[in-house]
C-alpha cells in the first residue's frame, strides 16, 4: 500500500488566491509528515512538519498546513499565492518497520504548482 | 557553510561504464542518504547510512554500492550503468535518521546522470 498520496500531478492558481496542496497518507502509529519544495533544478528545501501538538502547522514563505487525523490528510496552504510559490512540492511520512522504532521517509510523487500572475 | 554539496552536477555515461557520485557535507551529520528522482515517481532511497562506518540499503539499491568512511563523505557508485539508471540522484543529510527522529534532512543540488 501507497503510504502516502499527493492525488494532484498539477495546481494552478492565480496570484493573490489562496491556494491548497493536497497530500493523504495511510501509515500505522503516530505519523510524521513533512513538506519539501523544489525549485527547477534545485534540490529539495525543507517546509514544514508536523511531528507532534497544535495540528496547524506554520512554516517557511508563508506556507502552512493542517493535520487531520480522521482525515488521514495533511493538505499544504498557503493564503496568497506568488508567482514565486510555482516549484514542485513533495509530501513525505514516516513510517516504523513492524515491531521497531526505526523507520524511513516515503515521499509522494510530487505535484506541481503554477501560479499565474 | 556550504551544506550539502554534490559533484558532478552532469554527466553522460555508455552502458556498462562505472562512476562514483560524490557528495559532502560540513554539518557534521550523522545520517546521510542517497534518493533518486524519476518523473512521476517522486523521490526513492537508494541507500542510507546512519554513520560512519554504517550502511543500509533504501528501497531502489540495485546496481549502487555505497560506503561511509568518514562522517563528511558519502560516495554512490555505479558499478556498471544501465539506462535504467538515468535519473537525477540527491544526496541528503540530517542530525539522525529522519524516519525515526522527525529530523530535517537537507538537500544537495543534485546530480543529473543520462546514460546512453
Known amino acids: 500500500a501507497q503510504s502516502v498520496a499527493q492525488p494532484e500531478d498539477q495546481v494552478n492558481v492565480a496570484e493573490g488566491n489562496p491556494l491548497t496542496v493536497k497530500c493523504t497518507y495511510s501509515?500505522?502509529?503516530?505519523?510524521?509528515l513533512f513538506w519539501y519544495v523544489q525549485y527547477p533544478n534545485r534540490g529539495l528545501q525543507f517546509l514544514l512538519k508536523?511531528?507532534?501538538?497544535?495540528?496547524l502547522v506554520k512554516g517557511s514563505y508563508g506556507f502552512e498546513a493542517e493535520f487531520n487525523k480522521s482525515q488521514t490528510s495533511f493538505h499544504l496552504k498557503k493564503p496568497s499565492a506568488l508567482v514565486s510559490d510555482s516549484a514542485l512540492y513533495f509530501c513525505?511520512?514516516?513510517?516504523?518497520?513492524?515491531?521497531?522504532?526505526?523507520?524511513?521517509?516515503?515521499f509522494g510523487r510530487g505535484t506541481q504548482l503554477t501560479v499565474w500572475p | 557553510n556550504a551544506g550539502v554539496t554534490q559533484t558532478p552536477k552532469f554527466q553522460v555515461l555508455k552502458t556498462g561504464q562505472s562512476m562514483t557520485l560524490q557528495c559532502a557535507q560540513d554539518?557534521?551529520?550523522?545520517?546521510m542518504s542517497w534518493y533518486r528522482q524519476d518523473p512521476g515517481m517522486g523521490l526513492r532511497l537508494i541507500h542510507y547510512?546512519?554513520?560512519?562506518?554504517?550502511?543500509d540499503q533504501g528501497e531502489v539499491p540495485n546496481g549502487y554500492n555505497v560506503s561511509r568512511s568518514t562522517t563528511e563523505d558519502f560516495p554512490l557508485r555505479l558499478l556498471s550503468a544501465a539506462p535504467s539508471q538515468t535519473s537525477v540522484y540527491f544526496c541528503?543529510?540530517?542530525?539522525?535518521?529522519?524516519?525515526?527522529?522527525?529530523?530535517?534532512?537537507?538537500f544537495g543540488p543534485g546530480t543529473r546522470l543520462l546514460v546512453l
Open positions: 508536523y511531528i507532534t501538538g497544535d495540528n
Open positions: 554539518m557534521n551529520h550523522e545520517y
Open positions: 501509515v500505522s502509529g503516530n505519523p510524521y
Open positions: 541528503a543529510s540530517s542530525y539522525s535518521n529522519p524516519g525515526t527522529g522527525g529530523e530535517t534532512q537537507y
Open positions: 513525505a511520512v514516516r513510517e516504523l518497520s513492524r515491531g521497531s522504532t526505526l523507520g524511513r521517509l516515503y
Open positions: 547510512s546512519v554513520g560512519a562506518g554504517i550502511t
